[in-house]
């Protein structure tokens, strides 16, 4: 789009940073393509869970080939075009070349704009190439774009198959598994092997396209500038015993000198179902009315420039609103983490209608719409649209309504991804083994609290008000001083009485009450509000150890992060005075390591979530920049390259698990807490 680099540099909001791995492609859990180097071109790209989804972009620069992204294999030889810098915005990546006489711009918007659902929902990104001369003269240049068909299966040896389709002022290439399994794999280290991946171009006179194997397109492009006819037969351009021959969908284009005469390929996914809801299929939201994947493409190249724009904005606005409210160097982990946290969602749809948006507990257990994984991430999705929260929200209500769930508080999760057909971490719904009771209760009842106050209805809460009830009454029995038991941090294993676990049950307590406030059960308001201000007067004796509080009640000379305090002041609550929290602030500026404030005393790691909302305590912007600053750090120094991990040591950057989650949408906490 014209003069798009120029905007973004203008801004001068983007300024270069190192993340741990920059998203490209980045659409669902299935769906999501990274460059995990310094350098688009030295290194293959991946798929979050780190197998290879390979991408290569070369281009030919008077009769010369250099390689701007991909590399790790035969695609080596081709020597690379210096990289100058990657900018990483929230729907946006810009990367820039600089040699041959030119300097080229490589963009990737995945087009995740709040207000409009529909184009939020797409499976598609847009991958666009623009170049200058840097040296007074014009240049001749064709660019290569492939796409592997390996984003199309789950194991390399899978087979698949291709065809070209007939599209309106498209070309279009399509790839998926000669089998299509739908929906017959769950867990959490798995790829999609089902649906079918597109690449598509505007039909222009210099566009050639191919599905072919990656040398001989490669080849042809290097010699000629241009791809070859396909060299398969229509439907056999692999098979199970001859995965040697790696089939690309390919195509070749000319990019004329200047800004303003950009080219792109839109790369696209459909799953045409892409979710068990208890047993039933449910299409992705963007199918709702009918679309099939030829249409969607379709009008993603007739709205190409307004999307892209709007994409601009977006990302200036976003970027300006992050950085006034805590700087800079915040501004940039929250840019990192938009997309990542989005992409670890599907945004589907019930066959009544109902948003459902389910996120994958990436890297952990692989767990479908886990309640504590959305807790973490909900402060996103609060200030950029609450529906998809309530997409999140509603289906567990819905869960613990049924007489199939026997507990007395809120459910774990809702089955393995991507089938969602009841809870199966812990004892799921045979045993109490495992659950996180007040966890799980606590968390529901300050969402659905954060969401009536955010959008200013109450429905849900009035539809389950029973459920709800249910839920405090529990955290009224054994919230307060909770027995041993998991919480959201289950790595770090079962703890009795645990202090931040009891604040948690406190304001969710105090969310409640609030609720019955606005629901009009004023009875219930009075007595759970007065419960949860008692219980407040009582956490702070439990809690006292001098400056600060403890890990556990009854364990001097520990401490621990009490991010979900938190709340209070996002919500309103007022139950706790001030001096809590900026007492444990002061303490904790005491504690910070290299790389950030661990999670507690008992081992040197953090949770990048719980630190920000832990920094958003603070009363003023000196605090929470000073811990927000050891973080900062941390993303440009670690060495372990994987799209950002949520769980890594303090002292040496390494990560210490879980990568690519949704949880990172958490560090947006700071825009509620005005």
Known sequence: MKFLLA???????FAADRPPAVPLVTNDPYFSVWSATDQLN???TRHWTGTPHPLTSLVRVDGTTYRLMGGGDRNSQIAPLPQKSVLVAPTQTTYRFEGAGIDVAMVFTTPFLPDNLDVFSWPLTYISWSAVPTDGRDHTVQVYFEASTELAVNTPDQPVAWTRLKSNALRVLRAGTREQPMLQKSGDNLRIDWGYLYAAMIDTSDVTEAANDRSKTREDFTSSGTVTEDAYGEHNPRTRYSPVRNPVLAFSFSLAMGAANSRYVMLAYDDLYS????????????RRNGMEAKELLQNAAVHHNDIIRRCIEFDIKMMADLEREGGRQYAAIAALSYRQAIAAHKLAVDNDGKILFFSKENFSNGSINTVDVFYPSAPLFLYINPKLLRGSVEPILEYAAMPRWPWPYAPHDLGTYPLANGQTYGGGEKSEQNQMPVEESGNMLILIGALAKADGQTDLASKYWPTLTKWAEFLRDKGLDPENQLCTDDFAGHLARNANLSLKAIEGLGAYSMLAEMTGHKAEAEK???????????WMGLAADGDHSVLAFGNPGTWSQKYNLVWDKILGLNLFPADVAKREIAFYKTKQNQYGLP???????????????TATLADNRADFEA???PAYKWMNETPTRVPLTDWYMTTDGKQRGFQARSVVGGVFIKMLAH
């Not at 979710?275 to 963007?286: A, H, I, K, S, T």
């Not at 759970?528 to 009582?538: F, N, V």
């Not at 999670?599 to 909302?613: E, F, H, I, M």
Request: a positive charge.
């Open 42 to 44: 030295t290194d293959v």
């Open 7 to 13: 905007i973004i540099l203008a801004s001068g909001l």
């Open 275 to 286: 979710l068990e809801y208890f047993n039933r299929r449910v299409r992705p939201y963007w």
């Open 627 to 629: 811990l927000i600053a």
């Open 528 to 538: 759970y509000r007065a419960i949860a201000k008692e219980y407040a007067e009582k």
């Open 599 to 613: 999670l507690d005393n008992r081992a040197p790691y953090t949770k990048l979530d719980w630190l920000v909302w």
